[in-house]
């Protein structure tokens, strides 16, 4: 979790992408649903193109109900296959076999056509670091599952996971790069736990965690901490921490601490289902 990135490693990462794409018939690309855009690297868009795709609203257990369903539909009308998912609890799991037929079904359709049967599916997981990857194949893979091995000549040491008789997933998810240059995107990415905490200014970022909550969930504040969120965002915190005993010696406030308590609730789903990027309507 929390890899840094640099130029050469975006520039590793792409290469390899562009190798193991060569070997798939479908991407399936993970998004984190709170922050469906900034969790995204639209390269993969060209890197992938001619793939079938199928997009996950990952981490949808965390996310607004409303919200995913409208990026559901948002990224269906711009042409993706989307299935919402809770990669640790396994729902939406079903769903995806579904979806991957339906995404695939030209390139069956065209195996069928040229005499090709029972041609599996090649597919790989792509998304950037904490997006659920490594959690979601060993869900949807399941224990069960039989690695096969190399396939001599065209699969030079790599390891695919045989999901069924139809279908063998990259043992490897492909790495994405976050959008870095976009400072909002960092941000939101912050949020929800994707960049190092250390070398952001958490309490910064609380106060306008605060603002959004108060402006787009109004009230969920108030019940989590028994406080009023009327006032400067700074006075929420500062209520948050009274409310929680975050005392420095000498009675301070401890405002630091109270920040640490607002995003480890928030990103564990206790402030309720919040999406921090909501689709343009
Ligand atoms: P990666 O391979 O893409 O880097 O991500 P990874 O699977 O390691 O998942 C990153 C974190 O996100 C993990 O939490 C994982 O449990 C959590 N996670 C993945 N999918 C979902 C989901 O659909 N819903 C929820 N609520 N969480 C999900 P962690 O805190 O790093 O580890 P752990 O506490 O779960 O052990």
Redesign the pocket.
């Known amino acids: 979790?929390n890899v840094q990135w640099y130029p050469g490693h975006m520039t590793k990462a792409k290469r390899q992408m562009q190798e193991d794409i060569k070997l798939i018939d479908l991407i399936i690309e993970?998004v984190d649903a709170r922050v469906p855009l900034s969790s995204r690297n639209p390269d993969i868009d060209e890197l992938g193109k001619n793939k079938a795709r199928l997009i996950l609203l990952?981490?949808?257990?965390?996310a607004d109900e409303r919200q995913n369903e409208a990026w559901k539909n948002f990224f269906q009308a711009k042409g993706f296959f989307v299935v919402k998912?809770?990669?640790?609890s396994g729902a939406g799991m079903k769903a995806i076999q579904a979806a991957i037929s339906e995404a695939c079904k030209e390139k069956t359709e065209r195996d069928r056509k040229r005499g090709i049967k029972n041609r599996p599916i090649r597919a790989m997981v792509v998304?950037i670091?904490?997006?659920?990857?490594?959690?979601?194949i060993n869900t949807f893979a399941g224990k069960a599952c039989a690695k096969t091995g190399n396939r001599p000549g065209v699969t030079k040491g790599k390891q695919w996971i045989k999901l069924n008789k139809s279908v063998e997933l990259l043992d490897t998810?492909g790495i994405l790069w976050p959008k870095f240059e976009d400072q909002e995107v960092g941000m939101r990415l912050a949020y929800v736990g994707s960049i190092k905490d250390d070398i952001l200014n958490m309490e910064e970022l609380s106060l306008n965690l605060i603002d959004f909550l108060r402006q787009y969930y109004p009230g969920v504040l108030e019940r989590r901490y028994q406080i009023s969120e009327e006032g400067k965002p700074v006075e929420v915190l500062e209520a948050i921490a009274r409310a929680r005993g975050c005392l420095k010696k000498g009675e301070e406030l401890d405002y630091a601490k109270a920040s640490g308590i607002l995003f480890d609730d928030f990103r564990s789903?206790k402030i309720g289902r919040i999406t921090l990027e909501w689709v343009k309507e």
């Open positions: 979790m993970l990952n981490k949808a257990d965390l998912v809770d990669s640790r998304g670091p904490n997006v659920g990857k490594s959690t979601f998810p789903g």
